[in-house]
Structure formats: C-alpha cells, structure tokens
C-alpha cells in the first residue's frame, strides 16, 4: 500500500513586489523522507518555506497538508541579545504544549544536561543550533522545516548538526525539508532534491537529478562537483 504524502505542492508561484519569484513549483514529501532544496542565493528557497508554513502568501497554486500534521521550523539565523539573563532551560519552557520533556529532547539530541542553566548568550554557534533543534522538536513535529541550520558555524559543529537530524529521522520517523548548499550533504542524507532558480530545475532521488546540465544552470558554466 502506497504511503499518502503528508505535503503536496502544486504548481506554487509567489509574486513580491510585482517580480515573480516562485514560478510554478510541484512537489511532495512522505514521512520519514529528507527532501533537500537546493539552489544559488536568490533563488526562492527560504521564500518557497515561509511560503509553505503560511508566513508569505502565494499568488498560485496548492498547498494541502495530511489532516493534524504538527510542524517543526528552524530559522536561517537567531540572534541572542548578550546581556539576556536566560538560560537554556528557562529560553525551552517559554514553547507551549510540549510532548516531549526536555530531558527527553536533551537525550535525544545528546545535549548535557549541565547545559539547562547554561545562559544562552555562552553558547557557541553550534551549540545554539543544538538548543534551536530542541525548540523545534518539543512538540513531536510530524515534519521539521530547516532553512540553511548550519549557516556560520564550524565544520565540525555543522557535521553534528546533520548528523543529529539524521539520528532524529531513524528515531522519531520525522520528515524533514532542508536547504542546503552542500551536495555532499544533498547525496549524504537527502531522499530526493528539489533545484530553484525561481522555477524548479529539477526534482528527483540526488543520483539521477543532479546533473552536470542542471548544475550548470543552478551554478554557471563552472560548477562541477565530483560523487
């Protein structure tokens, strides 16, 4: 029996400011899968999210979700306010209607438990990610939503991170929507990718989609990359 898509996206554009920057985009995404978006700057990818979770109108198309999906959103950037006076544990429990504890988050995201009166302003770059991640899964999204999670922060800090979302995927089942510019990240986690340029370029399992023809218009002439 065939598994039901808990998104389906059909033939999405999205008009700002009188310039169309989302032309007739389609797609789906079943539990447990990774679909990662992939794309040069400026090419509608965190506005192909927001569009999605609601946060920027479409001017065409079908957004329809499964009846009571719970979803999960990182954003591509948070700042902290250094002089906050509020630790990690205290920042968690502002999020309403938790079905996880955050002990239970803490296990699964293999965080110490030393960080629950860690203020946020000491964490490092990663390490907020980590307790970003946490905020996002509190209440056992069905689909987690990523926008860039690894933007300006180091390598090896980034490698956790889609480690963890891999560890998240086997354990809870979760479906997971992520931008990325990293192929290696693409061929590594993803089920299938999604190329933009303000129209989709491609759709597809990594392997057979991205082709050095498609690479080329994502990227220009030059790009090249190496599986």
């Known amino acids: 029996m065939e598994t039901k898509p808990i998104l389906k996206v059909t033939d999405l554009s999205v008009i700002l400011d009188d310039k169309k920057i989302l032309d007739n985009i389609s797609f789906e995404i079943k539990p447990q899968e990774v679909l990662a978006v992939i794309g040069p700057n400026g090419s509608g990818k965190s506005v192909l ?12 198309g079908e957004i329809k979700w499964s009846e009571g999906i719970t979803v999960g959103y990182l954003h591509q950037r948070f700042q902290v306010d250094y002089y906050l006076p509020m630790t990690v544990q205290e920042f968690l429990d502002l999020k309403p209607n ?18 629950f009166k860690k203020s946020l302003a000491t964490l490092s770059g990663g390490e907020l990610q980590k307790v970003l991640l946490a905020w996002a899964i509190l209440d056992k999204p069905q689909i987690l939503f990523f926008d860039e999670p690894t933007e300006n922060i180091d390598i090896v800090s980034q490698e956790s991170i889609y480690s963890l979302l891999h560890h998240l995927q086997e354990t809870t089942k979760v479906a997971i929507i992520l931008v990325s510019h990293d192929l290696h990240v693409v061929y590594r986690y993803a089920n299938q990718v999604l190329c933009l340029n303000q129209k989709m370029l491609c759709y597809g399992e990594p392997e057979t989609a ?7 218009e994502l990227y220009g002439d030059h790009a090249f990359f190496h599986h």
């Open 49 to 60: 999210l927001k569009t999605i979770l609601g946060m920027i109108p479409a001017a065409h």
């Open 98 to 115: 938790h079905k996880f504890t955050i002990p239970e988050v803490f296990k699964l995201i293999k965080i110490p438990e030393s960080w």
């Open 210 to 216: 991205l082709t050095q023809k498609t690479l080329s």
